[in-house]
């Protein structure tokens, strides 16, 4: 740790007051989703202390959450984005083992034009792409919500370069014991894998999580909504109360910023993790 | 002889993924491409929807605000985060912890952020009680043609400046520190160590940073849907609010995937030159 100096303070100090900055709306969110609907409006002007620090608690707002429409729009996004990393892993791990490990005419090709094609953003070919899904009478289904998500190549990729360093002598002595490809991959890079594996799971279920334009055009259905959607529409419908719509906001933003805390201790954890065998 | 045995098995192991790039990226560009190339009520490809949209009031204001808003947001939202990651490139205490609240409204839905915001904007909500404090009168926001704009940017700043600083910081820790101690010695000050060692060692992640965001700031979406729906006035109306619109408010396909078409080639050469740029450095 540095010597404390006046320069030291001082940078400090900017420090704390940049994350002020940041941390204010999401502090606002909290309080506010833990007042009385009276009190979310009533001591912003002119700033007292009653501004950042409720002076009546409810849990009102949360449990209305979880009674009133709000509660299905949150099943279907957690669903969406639980089944998206199981599918999802298990569309781009064997994809991402037969680029690293299986040595055939035309990887280096097909890798190419697996990551080139990913470049084109998602967003960017939505609307194309829900005519395609109508078609197929996709609207307002779960397949439609999660397919998009299952093939990804910054999944593929990050698995890619991890199972390449999973050094070659381990999977030609699975060979001579008599190992197929599959009993390779399922019983040699998987069980290896597993933090890789979970950073890929992690990002699958954030691209879900935070999916806005592609679950507003496929699931738009009061009992298809997911959750970010149906925040933004509640948001301006009269007859929600700000409390509902804050609880809400709160609980789709604990989810993720969970996931980035746990995230970094989960990466130093990992590295004791791989001493011990179990 | 196992080399075709070989190929066969990947195959297997790379259909899905294949199928996915297929059905995912492909058909779609391919689709948009088709619809984009007929005309309504055409049987024979033409360039109509592509003169119609570049004659159309509505679509070449969507141009121009895309345009304007690129050239303030990226510059701002780059000077933003390296500013950041200089201050948080540090051995203080709970550097760690600081980091992360920067980069937590990246975390959150950009849908859940934006609602937040649009309370926040209301004129009676955080915003306005905060320039209270200072004395100043009660702003419009996202109500205003004059401030709208300048309001999403603020919030897509909000969102995304902690990620790029993120990638910043890894890029300063790359540097070695043999430099700084060489350029000390020769006297530099603070100024000129930034100048001749962080900002030249950090044009690589510079250069990802600033295409990269260029790319996401061109497919904003959420927050204009949320906050101001492309107006007032169409002071808003970013391009993918106006393919959108066109798509699901008009019902002019073939408008909507001409747009589609002009935003991923825009995109994919963004993209290319990056490589390119990239590519150069690394022969060095």
Do not use: C
């Given at each position: 740790m540095e010597r404390i100096t006046p320069r030291s303070v001082l940078h400090m100090a900017v420090i704390i007051a940049v994350a002020l900055v940041f941390v204010l709306p999401l502090y606002w969110l909290t309080i506010s989703s833990l007042r009385p609907e009276d009190d979310i409006f009533r001591y912003l002007n002119p700033f007292g202390p009653w501004t950042f620090i409720p002076n009546r608690v409810t849990f009102d707002n949360i449990i209305g959450l979880w009674t009133g429409a709000f509660a299905r729009a949150i099943f279907n996004s957690l669903f969406v984005a639980i089944v998206t990393v199981i599918v999802g892993l298990a569309v781009c791990a064997p994809a991402a083992f037969a680029l690293a490990a299986i040595e055939f005419p035309g990887r280096s090709l097909i890798f190419t034009a697996?990551?080139?094609?990913?470049?084109?953003?998602?967003?960017?070919?939505?609307?194309?792409?829900?005519?395609?899904?109508?078609?197929f009478s996709l609207q307002n289904t779960y397949a439609g919500l999660i397919l998009p998500g299952v093939g990804n190549g910054l999944t593929v990729f990050l698995l890619r370069q991890f199972f390449m360093g999973i050094p070659k002598e381990l999977r030609e002595a699975a060979m001579i014991d008599g190992m197929g490809w599959f009993q390779i991959f399922w019983r040699i890079y998987l069980p290896l894998s597993v933090p890789a594996l979970i950073s890929a799971g992690l990002i699958m279920f954030i691209f879900q999580w935070q999916a806005y334009l592609w679950p507003l055009l496929i699931a738009p259905s009061n009992d298809m909504k997911v959750a970010p959607v149906a925040l933004a529409q509640f948001s301006t419908e009269y007859h929600v109360s700000f409390g509902i719509i804050f609880a809400g906001a709160m609980f789709l933003s604990l989810i993720p910023m969970a996931i980035?805390?746990?995230?970094?201790?989960?990466?130093?954890?990992?590295v004791a993790a791989t001493g011990s065998k179990e | 002889m196992s080399k075709w045995r070989n190929f066969a098995v990947?195959?297997?192991?790379?259909?899905?993924?294949?199928?996915?790039?297929?059905?995912?990226?492909?058909?779609?560009?391919?689709?948009?491409?088709?619809q984009s190339l007929l005309a309504p009520r055409a049987t024979v490809y033409s360039l109509d929807n592509y003169t119609y949209i570049f004659t159309d009031p509505v679509f070449l204001n969507s141009v121009w605000i895309t345009l304007l808003y690129s050239v303030i947001v990226n510059p701002l939202q780059i000077a933003i985060s390296l500013g950041l990651a200089l201050l948080m490139n540090n051995k203080l205490p709970l550097t760690g912890f600081w980091r992360s609240i920067v980069l937590l409204p990246v975390a959150i839905p950009q849908s859940v952020s934006a609602v937040v915001w649009a309370?926040?904007?209301?004129?009676?909500?955080?915003?306005?009680?905060l320039l209270a404090v200072f004395g100043i009168g009660p702003q419009r926001y996202i109500t205003s043609p004059d401030q709208?704009?300048?309001?999403?940017?603020?919030?897509?700043?909000?969102?995304?400046?902690?990620?790029?600083?993120?990638?910043?910081?890894?890029?300063?820790?790359d540097i070695?520190?043999?430099?700084?101690?060489?350029?000390?010695?020769?006297?530099?000050?603070?100024?000129?160590?930034?100048?001749?060692?962080?900002?030249?060692?950090?044009?690589?992640?510079?250069?990802?940073?600033?295409?990269?965001?260029?790319?996401?700031?061109?497919?904003?979406f959420a927050p204009v849907n949320i906050l101001t729906n492309g107006g007032p006035q169409g002071s808003t109306d970013l391009v993918m609010n106006e393919i959108y619109t066109s798509a699901f408010i008009n019902g002019d396909p073939g408008s909507a995937s001409a747009g589609t078409i002009v935003l991923v080639a825009l995109v994919l050469v963004i993209v290319l030159v990056q490589f390119r740029l990239m590519g150069d450095r690394g022969e060095h």
């Open positions: 697996m990551i080139v094609s990913f470049l084109i953003p998602f967003d960017a070919i939505a609307v194309p792409l829900f005519y395609i899904m109508r078609g980035l805390v746990g995230f970094q201790q989960y990466f130093t954890g990992s | 990947a195959m297997i192991f790379l259909l899905p993924a294949i199928l996915s790039v297929v059905v995912l990226r492909l058909w779609p560009a391919l689709l948009a491409l088709h309370v926040a904007f209301r004129p009676d909500g955080l915003l306005n009680s709208a704009l300048g309001s999403i940017i603020l919030v897509v700043s909000w969102i995304g400046v902690g990620y790029w600083m993120t990638m910043l910081i890894a890029g300063l820790q070695p520190k043999s430099l700084y101690e060489a350029i000390t010695i020769d006297g530099a000050n603070a100024w000129q160590r930034f100048r001749y060692v962080t900002l030249p060692q950090l044009r690589r992640p510079l250069t990802f940073v600033l295409v990269a965001d260029t790319v996401a700031n061109f497919l904003v």
